[in-house]
């Protein structure tokens, strides 16, 4: 940064009055920092007046001009691979050509005696299979039905006859509890009642 009362670059572009410049003149050669900082403006302007003049751009240059366009056979690969309507075409066609060539240039197979089968037959077998199936699958099933059935009968029965053991014991303790009672007072109506008198 430069101490000078005036801008150095003033000085050095003669945009400064007579008197101005005189002022700078003398205070650039006592002082060092100015000095050096004239030296530097001197360059920079000596490079920049080196370089060749080039004319300004018009404008930018954008994707869409001609130069980056692809070249026609790119432009119709791409329309080709990007369009699905055109490409199911030709895949139908490529199909349709190899079924023709197929077609017509392989061997004829060798043409063998076909006995035709004998459907009743055929039908008859298939039906008492499906049958078989049928009541085994049926046999099954009320294997297993039966064998829920069992089960269920037997939990019910044992929970039954928990349930009337249960009762039992419970009627037989009220009983000897009425027993009880019924003796107490008895033994109690034969200790307060007069003696009968005989006759």
């Known amino acids: 940064m430069s101490c000078s009362p005036f801008d150095l670059r003033d000085y050095l572009l003669d945009e400064l009055a007579e008197e101005n410049r005189r002022q700078v003149d003398q205070h650039v050669r006592s002082c060092g920092s100015c000095h050096e900082e004239m030296e530097r403006l001197r360059i920079t302007q000596t490079t920049l007046l080196a370089l060749r003049e080039e004319e300004i751009p018009q404008r930018i240059g954008f994707v869409s001009d001609k130069v980056f366009e692809p070249s026609g056979v790119r432009r119709v690969w791409r329309a080709f691979w990007g369009s699905a309507p055109r490409l199911g075409f030709a895949s139908a066609a490529m199909l349709s050509g190899a079924l023709m060539f197929f077609t017509f240039f392989r061997q004829a197979p060798a043409v ?86 005989m006759k």
């Open 112 to 197: 063998a005696s076909v006995v035709p089968p004998d459907t009743l037959r055929i039908e008859a077998q298939v039906a008492a299979r499906v049958n078989t199936a049928v009541e085994r699958a049926v046999a099954e099933s009320e294997a297993r039905q039966a064998g829920k059935t069992a089960a269920l009968l037997a939990a019910a029965e044992q929970r039954f006859e928990s349930q009337r053991l249960a009762d039992m014991l419970n009627v037989e303790q009220r009983l000897t509890v009425l027993q009880k009672h019924y003796n107490v007072r008895e033994n109690l109506m034969a200790r307060y009642e007069p003696p009968r008198e």
